[in-house]
């Protein structure tokens, strides 16, 4: 599991995701009560500075991974002015080599492209009406949650997210995330940002990323001390008669 949300701006797109993974490799059920469940610090956002694509990974970030690496040898130039079916081509290809197994079919991956215009499309495996999986490429206008996307989290999107310059999107992306590993600290953790804009795509820096999350702590923290402390008389209303 993990968060990640995409966001339109002005000028250009962004994508924000955690950076916690869980070891989720297999083992006999002889090993399992030997070998305790472990997380990692890793980046989830795969750059290709020389296609101008970044891709974020969730839900089974392996496969993700390998929608990601397909993406980037596989898209062609001339089919980025429109790239959703394409893409979809890509991923209904990989699902075959996926094998039998549903789990591990369940991929989230943010895809922003510089050219021709900086643009977000969100994929997604999913199954139909008959239960059949498949998969499906839409490009984004405004904002859209992957991974755990039904995180509470996601209010500050909905409420608060208004198209302006990326620049000015980055705190409450970075609020949203940080807002997401207090709801779900178990999978959800640490935070990387990559904007995308026509000079090309660029991860925002460690130092920068630290300051961020400390400040979106503050504000947690300052929102619920605004509600603890707030004092006010009360009148109340007559009881009810009988």
């Not at 909905?158 to 198209?163: A, G, P, V």
């Not at 619920?224 to 008389?233: E, K, L």
Request: aromatic share 8%; hydrophobic share 40%; net charge neutral.
């Amino acid at each position: 599991m993990t968060m990640q949300v995409g966001m339109v701006g002005t000028d250009g797109v962004l994508i924000a995701s955690d950076t916690k993974s869980t070891d989720m490799l297999r083992i006999s059920p002889r090993e399992q009560p030997y070998r305790p469940r472990h997380t990692f610090d890793a980046s989830k956002i795969i750059l290709n500075h020389v296609r101008g694509i970044a891709v974020s990974c969730a839900r089974v970030t392996a496969t993700a991974r390998r929608i990601a690496e397909h993406i980037f040898s596989e898209l062609r130039d001339q089919d980025l002015p429109y790239p959703c079916e394409p893409i979809k081509q890509i991923g209904e290809a990989l699902l075959p080599k996926l094998g039998d197994d549903d789990l591990l079919k369940d991929a989230h991956c943010l895809i922003a492209t510089v050219l021709p215009i900086p643009s977000l499309y969100l994929f997604h495996y999913g199954n139909d009406v008959d239960g059949n999986w498949g998969a499906n490429c839409t490009k984004m206008r405004s904002t859209i949650a992957a991974g755990d996307h039904v995180n509470a989290a996601i209010f500050w999107k909905e409420r608060y997210y208004q198209r302006k310059s990326i620049k000015s999107l980055v705190p409450l992306a970075a609020h949203l995330v940080v807002s997401a590993s207090m709801l779900n600290s178990g999978s959800i953790g640490g935070l990387e940002i990559v904007l995308c804009d026509a000079s090309g795509l660029h991860r925002i820096a460690e130092d920068s990323i630290r300051k961020l999350e400390a400040k979106a702590n503050k504000w947690d923290e300052e929102i619920g001390s605004m509600f603890a402390n707030y004092r006010q008389h009360f009148t109340f209303a007559p009881k009810d008669a009988g």
